[in-house]
């Protein structure tokens, strides 16, 4: 079918992510006591934006390769 | 609670995307077979990802983690034993001819391979299985939403009543699950299945590692609570010494052989994902791709079950929950007492002992260990794996629908496109039925337990009927329609005349005379199943005995002595072959066991 399924699903990783962690970023910190002290938002959106771009990086990769 | 303006933005953004999804597909979808097979054109692993989510319905996300705080790791047996050796045999043995026949249906393969009357009588109980169960993952998702206040900040900016909110919720998730598949299709409902996957494991993952952390990892956990708790094998050899109440007899014959092998292997539900392979060996793997991740869920699932109820209660001024008033005076560790509606009162069971609402396990890890933000994505995670079970039904039910019923009782001879419209069409249809079965569930609650009984009559001797057509030519359509009619009428008679311990006659069985009784209703299912079984088996070896068998030309592809062996499949490697992985996936589940034994 004509669309690949992994450009979606990078894009809205890296878009989730990219938001998570900048809020995480700027907003206040004494949000965090329910997380046990780990800034949830930072730490998971960084992981979430690396998942979406690396998988959006590998759709391209195979595309050129396929092309 | 507080939602803030950053959890509604992650939720807006997961609606974008599972919405341009299906805009996206609309100008793939040419023929009937793009929207109901997705043109077998998918590649395994995302067939793989799709047969695995779309049973992550509500009953499992919140159904699971409810059994976890129950049972414990127990719960894990549905899918170490349950699932995974189902998905195996389906993709090994049955696959080829599911795939290899042609049919575009579970129903239309029982037309093949016995006769009209069997497939109308699967056709129309799976249909109007697949409209009540969409119904109650939307009435289970109305009422999640009520119950975490998700809407209330939106109704109070804009004036509405609280009384709208039940109507709004069933009202945007009909729309959602109609758009994407009323443009898409099956593609559409499957790439979003993916989607979905990744957003569920996304929001839970640090849901799990948060609360493992906080209890001191495993070992933190062990001491917290009863032994049988961490240990899925100890005491089985006997119904009194485990929390299931279950002997291990019954639960592998029950559960790991008849009700899960009955479920993958027959459920067009799941089936229809890997129909939508590219070729047959994508679609033999599909299913075992599948079971790698569906082992690791009860990890995802299960164990924040176990943390709620390990945890000990939080006082009220620490974080939200959910009837945190409650939750102080009766409850245990994150988990509430249910609510008596005439006392407002904790309810209390025949012991005087709070019945605890253990399906509020998850919402109220949620709301326990995310702050807003990620809260956000922990609940929009939660909403997907709703829609996605949705989805899941709606599909199977517009594709049953035309092709088994329209297509074969009302319009036989009609244009492909205009069976194109149908199935369109029946996607209307069948949220429409949805909804008012998520109303009938949100007024007569008894009425859903009345069907889902009634259903698991007529599933539980289902897996017979494949066995036999699909391993043993002989095999008839007269056999098999009289086997299914036995089987059905055995698991009632069976559940009439048993009753679970210190259940009350009615709904819970002995209603015809309560003459055996169970330690727990969960034996009593399993032993419903294999009663059905074995009668569904002997009455259709009986009565095929008895009746004219069909030429065995006609059988070809159908059965599996009469199908030449699938060519060595030469341009892939080891590990993609159906017998070598399926071997893996057996071995992992295995070693799974042992370790949480």
Known sequence: MGLDIRIPIGLMFSIIGLMLSLYGAIAGHDIYQRSLGFNVNLIWGLVLLACGVLTLLATRRSAKRNS | MNLTAIDWAIM??????????????????????DFFLAGRSLPAWVCGLAFLSANLGAQEVIGMAASGAKYGIATSHFYWIGAVPAMVFVGIFMMPFYYGSRARSVPEYLRLRFDEKTRGINAVSFATMTVFSSGVSMYAMAKLIEVLHILDRPFAALGWPHSWMMHVSIIISALVVLAYIFLGGLTSAIYNEVL????????????????????????????????????SWRGMGHANTNPLGVEAFGLMMGLGFVLSFG??????????????????????????????????????????????????????????????????STGRGLIPAKVDEETGGPK????????????LAIPNMLLHYFPTGILGLGLTALLASFMSG??????????????????????????DQ????????????????????????????????FLQLIFAFVNAPLFATFLIGMFWKRATGHGAFFGLLS????AALHHGLSLPNGAVVGIKGGWIHPVYSYPSEMAQNFWTAIWAFVACLAVSVVISLLTEPRPEEELVGLVYSMTPKPAPENDISWYQRPVPLGCMVLSLAFILNVVFW
């Open chain 2, 348 to 359: 209390l069971d025949s012991n005087g002992k709070p019945v605890l609402d253990y399906d």
């Open chain 2, 487 to 490: 089987g059905t009428a055995a």
């Open chain 2, 418 to 449: 205009h069976y194109l419209w149908m199935g369109r069409m029946a996607t209307i249809g069948g949220i429409i039925l949805s909804v008012m079965a998520a109303y009938a569930a949100t007024r007569f609650n008894n009425i859903m337990d």
């Open chain 2, 196 to 231: 979905q996957f990744f957003l569920i494991v996304a929001g839970f993952l640090p849901l799990v590692l948060l609360g493992l952390r906080n209890i001191g990892g495993w070992t933190g956990l062990k001491q917290q609570l009863p032994v049988a708790f961490t240990h």
């Open chain 2, 12 to 33: 807006l953004v997961y609606l974008f995307f599972v919405l341009g999804i299906g805009f996206a597909l609309k100008r793939f979808v040419k023929s009937s077979s």
């Open chain 2, 390 to 415: 949705m989805a899941g039904n709606v599909t199977a039910f517009n594709t049953v629908w035309t092709c088994d019923i329209y297509q074969s009782y009302i319009n036989k001879k009609a244009s």
């Open chain 2, 263 to 328: 479920y993958w292997c027959t459920d067009f539900l799941v089936v229809q994902r890997a129909m939508a392979a590219d070729s047959m060996s994508a679609a033999r793997r599909t299913p075992l791709i599948a079971a790698l991740p569906k082992m690791l869920f009860p990890f995802l699932v299960i164990l924040p079950g176990m943390v709620a109820i390990a945890l000990p209660t939080p006082a009220a001024s620490q974080g939200a929950s959910i009837h945190a008033s409650a939750l102080q």
